[in-house]
């Protein structure tokens, strides 16, 4: 079984810096693409940030020039680097990833169960 355990959120004031760790954790062969998405309240889930096994990145547009996306692919972890951080970005942060169990299967999605990331004006 796979599983992905964000940390990392938190309360910060507009303008601050928080990173998101993500570590997959389990029996896997390899992990292809790895993203982040958020939620806000009332809210559909977006992509924020995704980054390619070979580290090609693409981000939101709302994101752009604030926030990086990173991996460790020895640690089977992925990062974003959030700065400059604004009110409309609280919302609830997943990790999401496309994992390779075994050699012989195709990959599979997977979710983390969120982290909370609050930003006061």
């Known amino acids: 079984q796979v599983q992905l355990v964000e940390s990392g959120g938190g309360l910060v004031q507009a303008g601050g810096s928080l990173r998101l760790p993500c570590a997959a954790s389990?029996?896997?062969?390899?992990?292809?693409?790895m993203s982040w998405y958020r939620q806000a309240p009332g809210k559909q889930r977006e992509l924020v940030a995704a980054?390619?096994?070979?580290?090609?990145?693409n981000y939101a547009d709302s994101v752009k020039d604030r926030f990086t996306i990173s991996r460790d692919n020895a640690k089977n972890t992925v990062y974003l680097q959030m700065n400059s951080l604004k009110p409309e970005d609280t919302a609830v942060y997943y990790c999401?990833?496309?994992?390779?169990?075994?050699?012989?299967?195709?990959?599979?999605?997977?979710w983390g169960q969120g982290t909370q990331v609050t930003v006061s004006s």
């Open positions: 999401n990833a496309d994992v390779i169990v075994h050699l012989l299967f195709r990959e599979s999605n997977y």
């Open positions: 389990g029996t896997f062969a390899s992990i292809n693409a």
């Open positions: 980054i390619a096994k070979g580290g090609g990145t």
